[in-house]
Every structure is written in C-alpha cells, then in structure tokens.
C-alpha cells in the first residue's frame, strides 16, 4: 500500500496508522516476515541492540556527539521554555467515522498539552504582519500546565490537551556541541536547545514524522522584527502571486 494512503486513511479516521502495511519497501514487509518473497538478503545478520526504552544507553550514546568546530553558543539566557511532548486523545461529541481511536475518540499529539492547529485560510506569516485576528493565539504555555514526572507515567490529566494555533515568544556543553536543525530524543529522554532568535518570522518546531504533525505536534515561535541589519521582514512585492 502507498505510505501516502496509510497516512490520510490515519489522519482521516483519527485512530493509529496501519502497521501492517506502512512498514513496507517496494511492496515487501522485509526478510523477517514470511510472506516476504526471498531475495539475496535473506536471513540477516542483526546487530544486537539496546531495548527501545533504554533511556541510559541512548543517553551515553548522544552524550558523545560533537560539533567539528567550535561553536557560537549564546552564554545570556533571557528567555528559558520547557516543553515536554506527548500523545493524548480528543474527545469527540459523537460517533462518526473520523472517530476511530480508542472509546470513540481521535488520537492526538500534543507539546505543553496544545495540540497544534494548522491554519486553513491565512498562514501564520500573513496572519501576524498583516494583524489578521482570529487566526493564531500568544498563550502558548511556556512551561508544562501540571508536573509530573517528565521521564516516567503521565497522569490522566494530560491524557487530553486542548486544541489551539499558539505561539510563543544542567550542566550543558558550551565549547563544541553538535549544531543541528533536528535532533532525535529516546523514551523518557529529554534534549536542551539553545538559539539566538534574530531571525524575524514565524518558526515552525514540529516532528519530522508526518503523521505525528499531522495530529498536532508542533509549535511555532514568533520572532518580531529587530533593529540591526537583516532584522527586519520585508513586504512581499506587489506583483507577487497570490496563492
């Protein structure tokens, strides 16, 4: 099956997406599934490796990673964010074919418990630097609505986050760590960034797994113009096409 149709059929119906059929290549599930037609690779040699949960592995793993050079790394602080990622339901207010996770409800993800709405009309760009209300909120929490522990069980209270399009204005390695746009943390793990925002616009930070943004779990910063060079965003020209 097409990768594309697991993922609408998921998005659609709100439930989870077909294992069966989304872990595939070129039609084949792999040569450790018996309905595999045999090829060259058969019986492979596996690699012995950790537990998916091992948390302490993953960490003395990453732990390791080091940028090539040294690094620009921003030492004043003046705006600190905790965020803590989860999925979680929706409640739906009556039975329909779009309901199909468990109880009749949608599967859900969620950052600080805000599902992330994405926008139909106007994007979030547009929305700001032109004053269009209705679009987005500046709510977004910039810490967790309730503690729990972070790395373990979540209560039932966060079992189901509110919906909103919101956004928001140790001991760390400061010398050579790595510089990256998208990093990778295990189960119960938990990862620090730390940027400069002088880049003016709106910032999506989103999972890289289109079905898991796909059911929210995303956020975005907005950046507002500043006073140095380059700082400033520019009005599209009037020739532009629209969309």
């Not at 919906?163 to 943390?185: E, Q, V, Y």
Request: aromatic share 10%.
């Amino acid at each position: 099956m097409n990768p594309m149709d697991v993922l609408k059929l998921a998005t659609f119906s709100g439930a989870a997406p077909n294992v069966s059929d989304a872990f595939t290549m070129n039609g084949q599930p792999g040569d450790l599934y018996r309905c595999s037609n045999k090829g060259p690779f058969s019986n492979p040699i596996l690699p012995s490796l950790p537990a998916f949960n091992d948390t302490a592995t993953a960490t003395a793993f990453t732990a390791k990673f080091r940028s090539p050079s040294h690094a620009k790394v921003p030492l004043e602080v003046d705006e600190n964010l905790f965020f803590t990622v989860g999925l979680g339901l929706i409640n739906c207010s009556r039975p329909s074919p779009r309901c199909q996770g468990p109880n009749g409800t949608r599967f859900t993800a969620s950052m600080n418990n805000v599902s992330f709405v994405l926008p139909r009309a106007n994007s979030l760009m547009q929305a700001y630097y032109q004053n269009l209300p209705g679009v987005f909120t500046t709510d977004f929490p910039p810490v967790p609505p309730i503690k729990f522990d972070y790395t373990g069980n979540v209560g039932r209270g966060l079992w189901q986050p509110t919906r909103g399009t919101k956004l928001d204005t140790a001991k760390f390695n400061l010398i050579d760590p790595p510089i990256r746009n998208t990093i990778g943390t295990s189960p119960g793990g938990w990862v620090a960034i730390r940027f400069v925002a002088d880049n003016p616009g709106v910032w999506l930070m989103h999972c890289h797994i289109d079905a898991h943004f796909g059911t929210g779990l995303a956020m975005a910063f907005l950046v507002e113009n500043g006073v140095g060079e380059l700082q400033s965003v520019q009005p599209p020209p009037s020739d532009l096409p629209r969309c």
